[in-house]
């Protein structure tokens, strides 16, 4: 195989500097017309490319930015098929009863789009790790290799220890996406998720008279969860309800860990009059288990979720749920960094995207007056 050119190549058959060579490719208004044909002619004779990685460590930068996220459950699903052998098509019969759910991170995927559109409008290229069944040693290695390779980092909070991403922002500029700042200096976006769940949660108690919700809980450590469990819990309070009284289940944001929830309350007999969700997928799973063994959703049970997914909008029933600007988030993210970049001693950024609460059949089906509060109107649906 022949050997690429190389700068030297070009310095010699132009019969210049490497510097000059340099100047042309970086800089060709700095260097005299008649140079800058001899240098260019030589560049085209011997194919030459000039090399990203060398430019980007002449200049300390990579024109590279990073996207760290705890990860996705598909990972640990993996298999070691064989893709070099040979491998016919299989037909078989896929009937309803026995399809999947996987439970898919589809937030994720919104928020990597987003990063992924907004970096190539700002001229980056996006690196993505993921942090899924790692010790937190071995993600500090991870976003430190990482922080080696890109000019700045997307971080999913949680994702590392803050010690960790201190020490990685001492290197790159470092933005945590999701959860309230915590007195660290590190730039923040993130959504209303306390008001988002409040506005939801004030409208089950006022419009359809639900005293008693059950709250379907995310992951302990997620600091989205915690900001929706706060405003659930504010909203009860503001209506004379103790929040604490009532239970909290655990679906650790899956779909399948749903699924399961809902199976066992459908078996004890145990299903509330509603069930506030703290993303999509968890509610789609209980809209799963419930239509299997014939719970009607609203009449029987109002379901409810957060995130706006587009498989919310094409459930049946379609969910209500609150809607986050997760492309937006994703966007938000990466200007945050390249802003950044280009004002590195500016204040911290914290920067707090709105939501809307999407009213849908999972809750918005009939009532009786009895369940009606006093004066209330019937919501629309």
Known sequence: MAKNPTVYDVAELAGVSIATVSRVLRRPDDVRASTREVVMDAVRELGYVPSANARGLAARKTGVLGLFLPGFDAVEELDDADFTAPHRVEVRADPPAAAEHPSAHLYFDEVLRGCELEAWRQGFSLMVGVGRGRSPEEVEAVISDMAGRVDGMAVLAQSAHDDALKRVSNRVPVVLLAGPRRGDDFDHVSVSNREGMRALTEHLVDAHGVRDPVY???????????????????????????????????????????????????????????????????????????????????????VTGFDGLDAAAESTPRLTTVNQPMVHLGRAAVQAMVSRLANPDQEPIALRLPVKVLLRESCEGPLSPAARPRGARPAST
């Open 216 to 302: 379907l809980a995310g992951p302990f450590d997620s600091p989205d969860d915690a900001e929706r469990y706060n405003g659930f819990a504010e909203a009860l309070e503001g209506r004379g309800i103790n929040p604490t009284a009532l239970p909290v289940l655990h679906g650790e944001f899956s779909r399948q860990r749903a699924r399961a929830v809902a199976a066992d309350l459908a078996q004890r007999g145990a299903v509330p009059r509603a069930i506030v969700c703290a993303n999509d997928q968890m509610a789609l799973g209980i809209l799963d288990v419930f239509a299997e063994v014939g719970i009607r959703v609203p009449d029987d049970v109002i």
